[in-house]
């Protein structure tokens, strides 16, 4: 057993009686552990943007095998790891190269840790980064984790159908009519999708935008003065010069490039995250953008109607 048991026995070797999450350090090597299951993420060039395996300790897999759930205690973890390739035997390669980030989440199916922000919805939320593995880094799963994982809700927030050869048929099946037609794969919004054909701009209601930005930023992106997230808080952004609020650690790239938020400086970077300032930190994170111009039209709305102060 790991050493770190002692600290909470009665629920998890990787939790302790504050709800701090620790990360396992040995799911590769030991027998306890199992791979059950990988995804290769491909951006809108085709390139690859890495390899996601996923492990979890094989009495969660017969617990979930038998009963179509995750235990109180369950561990999973992905590890993101960058990629390499090359010309092998077999025909253009990509493989898997060091590990970058650890993502782990721990079912709790009591609420042990009612007013610690990485618990709730029935887990515990972490990360680790490859700069300081033993330094968790989530600050808040609603905003760091949980909008991501929408779409999987009612499969208590996982992914489960990419690990049906392990989890067996209760993990279930990918179903296509959870995005709406665009490619990030996130939850749809029937506020916004009914807005009809309308694009006159007196038009477009306020709820609605609102509902477009919640599904689409609001996981990595506050609409508050100072609000916290993975991303900068988007308050008073139009007009703002990028890179530029205060408190918060830009990439480089946004930090030079030579650009002010208006609508349509916006509206230019939300259809090419990528190729309108090469490098920065929403590349990985947010490949897709908002390809559907309505959407894009909405969410804009939005973030003009926020207060800057
Ligand atoms: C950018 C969207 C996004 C964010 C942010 C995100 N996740 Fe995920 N997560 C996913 C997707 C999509 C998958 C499965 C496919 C993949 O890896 O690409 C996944 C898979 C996982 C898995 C493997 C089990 C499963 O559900 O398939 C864990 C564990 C996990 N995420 C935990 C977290 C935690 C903890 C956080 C916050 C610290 C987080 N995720 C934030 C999108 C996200
Ligand atoms: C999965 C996380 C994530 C999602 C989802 C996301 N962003 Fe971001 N965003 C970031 C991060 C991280 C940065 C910081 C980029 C940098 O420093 O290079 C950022 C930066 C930005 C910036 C630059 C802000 C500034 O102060 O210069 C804008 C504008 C922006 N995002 C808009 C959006 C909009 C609008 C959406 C929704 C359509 C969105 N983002 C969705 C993570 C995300």
Redesign the pocket.
Same mark, same amino acid.
């Given at each position: 057993m790991n050493a770190a048991s002692a600290q909470r026995p009665d629920f998890s070797p990787f939790v302790d009686g504050q709800g701090n999450i620790s990360r396992p350090t040995d799911f590769l090597t030991s027998p306890e552990w199992v791979h059950i299951g990988g995804w290769a993420v491909v951006n809108e060039d085709g390139d690859d943007n890495g390899f996601h395996n996923v492990y979890t300790t094989h009495d969660v897999v017969a617990h979930f095998r038998q009963n179509g759930v995750f235990p109180d205690g369950a561990v999973l973890i992905k590890e993101v790891r960058g990629s390499t390739n090359g010309q092998l035997t077999t025909g253009s390669v990509h493989w898997a190269a060091e590990p970058a980030v650890w993502f782990v989440s721990i079912k709790d199916t009591v609420g042990r840790f009612p007013n610690n922000p990485l618990w709730g919805d029935g887990w515990g939320w972490a990360l680790f980064a490859a700069a300081d593995p033993s330094k968790q880094i989530a600050k808040d799963y609603k905003s760091d984790c949980l909008?991501?994982h929408v779409p999987v809700k009612n499969r208590d927030w996982m992914y489960t159908y990419g690990y049906s050869a392990v989890l067996g048929s209760k993990a279930g099946a990918y179903e296509v009519a959870m995005s709406s037609g665009e490619v990030d794969g @996130?939850g749809s919004d029937p506020e916004a999708a009914s807005m009809g054909g309308s694009t006159d701009a007196t038009e477009i209601d306020l709820a609605a935008s609102k509902a477009?930005?919640s599904s @689409?930023?609001?996981?990595?992106?506050s609409d508050k003065v100072g609000g916290k997230?993975?991303?900068?808080?988007?308050a008073g952004?139009i007009g @703002?010069?990028?890179?530029?609020?205060e408190g918060?650690?830009?990439?480089d790239?946004?930090?030079s490039?030579d650009?002010v938020?208006t609508p349509e400086s916006?509206d230019a970077?939300?259809l090419d995250?990528k190729g309108f300032?090469p490098?920065?930190?929403?590349?990985p994170?947010?490949p897709a953008?908002?390809q559907d111009a309505k959407? @894009?039209k909405l969410?804009?709305q939005y973030?003009q109607s926020l207060p800057s102060e």
């Open positions: 909008g991501c @996130r477009a930005f @689409r930023c609001a996981s990595c992106h997230g993975l991303g900068p808080s988007l952004l @703002r010069r990028a890179g530029s609020l918060y650690r830009y990439s790239a946004m930090k490039a650009v938020w916006l970077y939300l995250i300032i490098n920065n930190k929403m590349v994170l947010f953008g908002v959407q @894009r969410i804009i973030i």
